[in-house]
Nanobody, 117 residues
Framework: QVQLVESGGGLVQAGGSLRLSCAAS????????MGWYRQAPGKQRELVAG???????AYADSVRGRFTISRDNAKNTVDLQMNSLKPEDTAVYYC???????????WGQGTQVTVSS
């Protein structure tokens, strides 16, 4: 079994910053791709940023240049640094981890990010 624990969400004014963290624990041999998704009320869940084990990254157009994803392979953690936050970034943010070998995919419980104007 694998557990993902997220932290770092909260309320911030527009233009501010937040850092989200996600730690994976349990029966993990090696993590593959890791990422952050978000879901706003009434909208579908969307990919915000992803990072491969090699360090290669991908970002949604709406956050490129403002958000930075990083990971620590030894600790099985993935972080999302969010700068210049906008009200439209308000959503529940979910951590996602794919395991090498089994190919299984796991989701965190979600953390609320609210950006006030």
């Amino acid at each position: 079994q694998v557990q993902l624990v997220e932290s770092g969400g909260g309320l911030v004014q527009a233009g501010g910053s937040l850092r989200l963290s996600c730690a994976a624990s349990g029966s993990i041999v090696s993590t593959g791709a890791m990422g952050w998704y978000r879901q706003a009320p009434g909208k579908q869940r969307e990919l915000v940023a992803g990072i491969f084990r090699s360090g290669g990254t991908a970002y949604a157009d709406s956050v490129r240049g403002r958000f930075t994803i990083s990971r620590d392979n030894a600790k099985n953690t993935v972080d999302l640094q969010m700068n210049s936050l906008k009200p439209e970034d308000t959503a529940v943010y979910y951590c996602n981890v794919n395991l090498l070998g089994s190919g299984k995919n796991y989701w965190g419980q979600g953390t609320q990010v609210t950006v006030s104007s």
